[in-house]
DNA sequence: CATAAAATGATAATAATAATCATTCTCAAG
DNA sequence: CTTGAGAATGATTATTATTATCATTTTATG
């Protein structure tokens, strides 16, 4: 466990908006100013193989990283790209159920929601009276 | 509609594989040998935007195009890459549970399977007597 | 200390998709 | 049938995220 890994781990800890690898460089630098973004992507693949976070692979051309352990699902806001966490319980049930249903083997299934957030339906709203911001491209966050 | 985009779309409909735009790029150039792969990628969005065919965005790096219309999950095999249709009801219930637990407005969902396709199966069984066959990298079939 | 293995930073390579642009096609109006 | 505007094409380049390479540095271990 170098410095470097280290400090991405910490970093992915305690940030709970599921970042990008390139956003999780940002916030990195910040505390290692000369780390190299290769690092953060090659630690970023170690740490996930490590099982020590977790690689997510949403919708949208970005990979993200999420350093809560445990089991769950997520929801996209397709407005803004943000992505939250899902309080439900994992549906084991459907795997099983296509196991009886089909020739496939199954091992698993990904779920992702996708709706609106809190904050772009605010903004929704208010439309007329605030001015356009500025449309964040989803999976292009920095 | 052009030639080529017509010719586009009924490649995509008599193939039930989900083929990136690659494998539709090289089937379409079978019957339009000097159409451009630029045309191929625009007319897949083209087509999807006017709802003719569907874009799916599944794990994996290339994008996958579907001549089928009707609503309906996919399972991919996770050592081939396959992707098939599942036939399992589109699980609209979900997304009315999850409004009422969370902030977000939800308009949706995507769902896919991860499993082990019937040929991957017959292959692993008999890993020890056939000779270890080129592994397809998922997202990267041609 | 020696020294082998692992990791780093800098940089180049890859791969999928999108954008650009001069040329060609399409088709309704005259 | 011509014609001219707008759409689409093929060729090419650009973009973006990620991975690979590699000389140098760090780390762990006897
Ligand atoms: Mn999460
Ligand atoms: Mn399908
Ligand atoms: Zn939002
Ligand atoms: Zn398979």
Known sequence: MTRQRQIILEEL????????????????RRRLPHISL??????????????????????????????????HYHVRCFKCGRISDVSMETLTALDEKLSEMCDYEIIGHRLEFIG????????????????????ISPGNIS
Do not use: W
Request: charged share 30%; net charge positive.
């Open 116 to 135: 609106l957030c809190p904050k772009c339906k605010k903004n929704k709203k208010h439309a007329h009276k605030t001015k356009t911001t500025t449309p």
């Open 38 to 71: 290769g690092t953060v992507y090659r630690n970023l693949e170690i740490l996930s193989e490590q099982g020590l976070i977790k690689k997510l692979e949403l919708s949208g051309t970005q990979k993200r990283f999420d350093g809560t352990l445990s089991e």
């Open 13 to 28: 800890q305690k940030d709970y908006s599921h970042p990008t690898a390139s956003v999780v460089y940002l916030k990195v």
